[in-house]
């Protein structure tokens, strides 16, 4: 009896031990399915309503958390409205959907959740959530993670402020400037629905989501060419230029130059073939360098002579696209005026201007903001487009010359091109020398910046 009870106790013990295993194996191969599931996925019908569910699953305890939180209160606030519900208003039940995009880009999640509600009225209620999650860092992180500086989210919010406009212009709406402003004013919280793309970073604008999400949310992508200036380095993606032929300047050393008196020779709404040739071919008895602004609906016509200027180690500035005064222009059409300059600038030398010379003159500081650009004016007016008087404009320049000058004229003028080239001819013997915008700013050891419109140089 004693020899029995004791196999009988091992038997227990063996079979426990054998419920133990098997739990331990299923429960196993229930954490490996979780482990490989990529996302939930809750289906659910009431006799009011519907639900439809998706939204992913990270396998990282804080992004998981924050998702579940954010899907639970979205789902708990319709079910809240659900259960006030005494007969359905439509024949249609009542609606609730989530659905989601993922994009990993290097070691950071980008997680758009898009929730969709309806208890009756005319059409869905929409709630964008984007998280942006560092795998490393275990963090969660905003646009700021992405820009250089606090002027980078500014200007942001000025390419965005362009790019919306332009998406209305080109599909024929019609938004208010001050509400676009407001969604792109350089606030971190305007900026939380972004994902990354192969060609640039992709925002969504909820402008007017309050009324009619359908023509209210907008989404633009912002191209790295315009955005790497503003990226930390690591984040910077080299833009499509396969087709743009870089051109390599020539440069000369300035050290010969210092302590001697300097002016600068500039020339507006060019360029000409013919007459900006011709001065090219003139400076360089003068060893002088100019500098060029340019308007920017004369590129495509005389772009050869553009890339020779630039080649040969003149500054290339912008004079605007179309020559219009800023002052009489909403903020998008300065916009575009300056851009849409240094965009045909860049894509025919291969490099974007800085230097911007607002026509007549004309500027304010909201311009200055908006152009992000070096504003470069005058002290030495030849009128050289009134007078259109060789002798005349040489006259003007060598009367009024002085060290650190800005001398204006412009080269569509065969009369401004001899009557520059006949004052340089004097001023050399007068010890000047002949230098670009840049050239002069570098001798004179001033650093530009975006506040001040210069005039001359001290």
Do not use: C
Request: glycine fraction near 4%.
């Amino acid at each position: 009896m004693k020899t029995h009870r004791r196999l009988n106790k091992a038997g227990k013990i063996a079979l426990l031990s054998l419920i133990i295993f098997i739990f331990f194996i299923i429960l196993s191969i229930k954490l490996i399915s979780y482990k490989g599931k990529k996302e939930i996925h809750i289906l659910k019908s009431g006799k009011y309503y519907q639900l439809k569910i998706n939204y992913p699953l990270l396998h990282d305890k804080k992004i998981d958390k924050k998702i579940k939180e954010y899907v639970d209160e979205k789902k708990q606030e319709f079910l809240d409205i659900v259960d006030q519900i005494e007969h359905l208003e439509t024949d249609n039940k009542y609606d609730f959907i989530i659905q989601y995009q993922l994009n990993k880009e290097d070691d950071i999640y980008h997680i758009h959740l898009e929730t969709y509600s309806y208890t009756g009225g005319e059409h869905y209620q929409k709630d964008d959530k984007t998280f942006h999650y560092d795998i490393k860092r275990k963090e969660f992180i905003t646009i700021e993670e992405y820009l250089n500086d606090e002027s980078s989210l500014e200007k942001l919010s000025l390419l965005s402020y362009y790019y919306i406009m332009e998406y209305g212009e080109e599909n024929g709406k019609e938004f208010n400037e001050e509400i676009v402003k407001e969604y792109t004013s350089s606030k971190n919280e305007n900026f939380i629905h972004f994902n990354i793309q192969e060609d640039g970073f992709e925002f969504l604008f909820a402008l007017y989501q309050e009324t009619d999400w359908i023509d209210g949310e907008i989404k633009i992508i912002i191209p790295y060419k315009e955005l790497n200036e503003l990226l930390k380095p690591k984040y910077q993606k080299q833009a499509n230029k396969k087709d743009i032929e870089v051109i390599v300047p020539e440069t000369r050393d300035l050290e010969q130059y210092k302590g001697k008196k300097l002016i600068a020779f500039t020339f507006d709404d060019g360029p000409s073939t013919e007459t900006t040739n011709l001065l090219l071919d003139g400076v360089k008895e003068f060893d002088a360098k100019v500098t060029f602004f340019v308007i920017g609906n004369r590129i495509n016509q005389h772009s050869e002579v553009l890339k020779r200027a630039y080649k040969e180690g003149h500054v290339i500035g912008s004079h605007t696209y179309n020559h219009r005064n800023l002052l009489l222009l909403n903020d998008y059409t300065r916009l575009q005026e300056i851009k849409n300059t240094n965009d045909i600038i860049e894509n025919t030398i291969g490099v974007k201007p800085i230097l911007l010379r607002p026509p007549y003159g004309n500027i304010n500081d909201d311009i200055k903001k908006l152009s992000n650009m070096h504003i470069i004016e005058w002290d030495i007016d030849t009128l050289d487009w009134k007078y259109k008087d060789k002798d005349k404009i040489a006259n003007e320049i060598i009367t009024n010359a002085h060290d650190g000058a800005i001398v204006l004229l412009h080269d569509i003028y065969k009369s401004s091109v001899e009557g520059a080239l006949q004052a340089m001819a004097q001023l050399k013997e007068e010890g000047y020398v002949f230098v670009t915008i840049l050239e002069m700013a570098e001798l004179k050891g001033i650093t530009l910046d975006y506040e001040t419109s210069y005039f001359y140089f001290k």
